[in-house]
């Protein structure tokens, strides 16, 4: 029996179109990889994604090293075998197909099975754990937006997979995406499915009847929440009320209920304001007929100093409730299969220090 090799296989699959620097594209969450593969400014999208750059990040995916990865946030390369983890035991035959697309990107390397739209942060809230200020592109900004996202499109043709709109903003708030998604974008991308994360708030009747065109091609809905009761939601995605959120999520509920060839994702990012309502989210999630929870530990992408950071960050062992967290998320509510939860509690060995800096 041969040996079998550990590869992450998300470099292969998925495309990221991020502003910094602006036109940047990633073959990962810039978060977890921060080089980018190439700029759609000096060449076209498929050049750039069998270019050198991107066979060197997948190179060091499949021989062990990372050496590109950011080891401190993504949350696979310490669990790897985590849900919807893209790391993955290969036998031999399937990693020399991971070799070959390495070093013959042109005859061996599939188009992008997802292409993440991230390069637009307008939103309708300020969430803390996100950003400072609401945001929303200018007129100027917007023209650029359209002509980015079809550059990309367009050089992939028939070959197109998932659109994932937004990780960055609100598809519903941001106007750049909203026209993106109630264009001609079904007739002149026929294959194209859509992945949607929203907070919600401006997930209506009436704007879900205006994507009429996109039925049956939606295959993830997803809705990040942060907050499993009142007092924690409103802090954590301030604006947004709390009553509002459940009549938005009544309707998507229906949406959801309507519609089985779609999943309903809940995402919730624990912090110390709101570890407490995780099991009161459950239960509302399972109201709402999700298929996955995801409970995922809170980053510091620059809105937080770094003693603010500590204050919040549950999985640091050296957070004054940190054991009581421990024990909260021992409880077998949590074994259900719809929970999905990143490696809050370190190895004994990591202990011995906080990695919340």
Same mark, same amino acid.
């Given at each position: ?28 969450? &810039?978060? !977890?990889? &921060? @080089? &980018? ?6 060449? =076209? ?18 021989? $062990? ?50 292409? +993440? ?28 937006? +359209? ?13 197109? $997979?998932?659109?994932?709109?937004? $990780? ?30 929203? +907070? ?27 907050? $499993? ?18 009549? /938005? ?38 109201? !709402? ?11 510091? !992408? ?23 967290? /421990?024990?909260?998320? @021992? ?10 939860? =990143? ?15």
């Amino acid at each position: 029996m041969s040996k079998k090799k550990r590869i992450c296989t998300k470099p292969f699959e998925w495309m990221e179109l991020f502003n910094e620097p602006e036109g940047a594209l990633y073959a990962c969450c &810039p978060g !977890w990889l &921060p @080089t &980018p593969i190439g700029n759609i400014n000096n060449a =076209d999208a498929k050049t750039i994604w069998q270019g050198q750059m991107a066979s060197e990040i997948r190179q060091s995916v499949i021989d $062990g090293s990372f050496k590109y990865c950011s080891k401190d946030f993504c949350p696979y390369v310490s669990d790897p075998f985590a849900p919807e983890s893209p790391i993955k035991d290969v036998d031999e035959i399937e990693y020399q197909e991971y070799q070959l697309a390495v070093s013959q990107p042109e005859l061996y390397l599939p188009s992008p099975k997802t292409i +993440n739209c991230a390069y637009d942060r307008s939103c309708n809230l300020q969430c803390p754990s996100c950003r400072t200020e609401i945001m929303q592109a200018s007129k100027a900004e917007r023209e650029e937006y +359209n002509a980015l996202i079809h550059d990309v499109l367009d050089v992939f043709a028939d070959d197109l $997979g998932t659109l994932y709109v937004t $990780g960055s903003g609100d598809p519903f708030a941001s106007r750049h995406y909203w026209e993106l998604l109630t264009s001609d974008i079904a007739e002149r991308y026929p294959k194209l499915k859509y992945r949607l994360h929203s +907070n919600a708030i401006m997930f209506t009747p009436a704007r879900w009847e205006k994507l009429a065109q996109l039925d049956g091609k939606v295959s993830l809905i997803e809705i990040s929440i942060d907050g $499993g009761r009142r007092d924690s939601y409103e802090i954590n995605r301030y604006p947004a009320k709390w009553d509002e959120l459940m009549m /938005r999520m009544d309707f998507i509920a229906s949406v959801r209920a309507q519609h089985p060839e779609m999943q309903l994702k809940i995402n919730y990012v624990v912090q110390a304001n709101n570890w407490r309502d995780m099991k009161p989210l459950v239960g509302l999630a399972k109201k !709402w007929g999700a298929d996955i929870v995801k409970f995922s530990k809170i980053n510091n !992408w620059g809105t937080y100093t770094p003693s603010e950071y500590r204050k919040i960050c549950m999985h640091d062992p050296l957070h004054p409730d940190f054991e009581a967290f /421990r024990e909260y998320i @021992t409880d077998t509510l949590f074994d259900d299969s719809m929970i999905m939860m =990143d490696d809050f509690i370190p190895e004994a060995s990591q202990l011995i220090a906080s990695d919340c800096i």
